[in-house]
């Protein structure tokens, strides 16, 4: 049991861009260190395998822990998960860190599951919940006045064009998927050149 263990905790796994740097940075790593963002659970597990006693995983997504059984449970009590968000992690910890890691933003393994609404490249439901509650996507481009869903587009997309695209938006719903809205978005803006962003990046990323 213990070897099987071992080999699940083994596994191959995710290894996050700015792990190496994270772990040269803080060297030597031990003490209780807590993953804000578990994901793939990339860095909990480089943490772990560099010399922290124990990690704490928190992730708003419960999926992503479903995907961790097939290797979380091989370092044992040394790896606790808990669903939450970050700004919480006070108190879903309930114990002095040694260090905190956050990766913020969406992550490419989010943006690869269509189901999930956040690419504009695949058709999916226009959800875009980092977890089960909440406003989806839709809820949010289908009740929204021009004004509101212009000033989203701008202030978090930096999108030039936002209240053309309010606009059509208004005109066009209401919208049930990802590329119903990436076409409205299409129709407001030019053709991209070549090496060009598409369209829908800035308004996807608002």
């Known amino acids: 049991m213990a070897a099987a263990s071992a080999r699940t ?25 807590l993953d804000g963002t578990f994901g793939a659970g990339g860095y909990a597990r480089g943490l772990l395998a560099a010399g922290a006693d124990r990690v704490i995983g ?7 822990f479903a995907m961790a059984e097939s290797w979380a449970a091989g370092y044992g009590d040394r790896l606790r998960l808990i669903e939450g968000t970050f700004s919480e992690m006070d108190r879903l910890a309930g114990e002095p860190l040694d260090g905190v890691v ?51 587009l701008f202030h978090y997309g930096e999108e030039r064009a936002s209240r053309r695209i ?15 809205l990436v076409s409205v978005i299409e129709r407001c ?16 990323q608002a």
């Open 9 to 33: 905790a083994d596994a191959p796994a995710h290894i996050p861009v700015l792990l190496r740097p994270l772990l040269e940075a803080v060297a030597p790593v031990s003490g209780l260190w």
């Open 58 to 64: 928190i992730d708003r997504d419960p999926s992503v």
């Open 102 to 152: 956050l990766d913020l933003g969406v992550s490419s393994m989010q943006i690869d599951q269509p189901e999930r609404g956040f690419s504009f490249q695949k058709e999916g439901p226009l959800d875009m919940r980092m977890g089960a509650e909440g406003m989806t996507a839709a809820d949010l481009v289908n009740t929204a006045g021009e004004t509101e869903l212009a000033d989203i």
């Open 166 to 180: 309010a606009r059509a938006i208004i005109a066009a719903r209401p919208f049930t998927t990802t590329l119903e």
């Open 189 to 204: 803006l030019p053709r991209p050149k070549p090496g060009q962003s598409h369209p829908a990046t800035r308004s996807f």
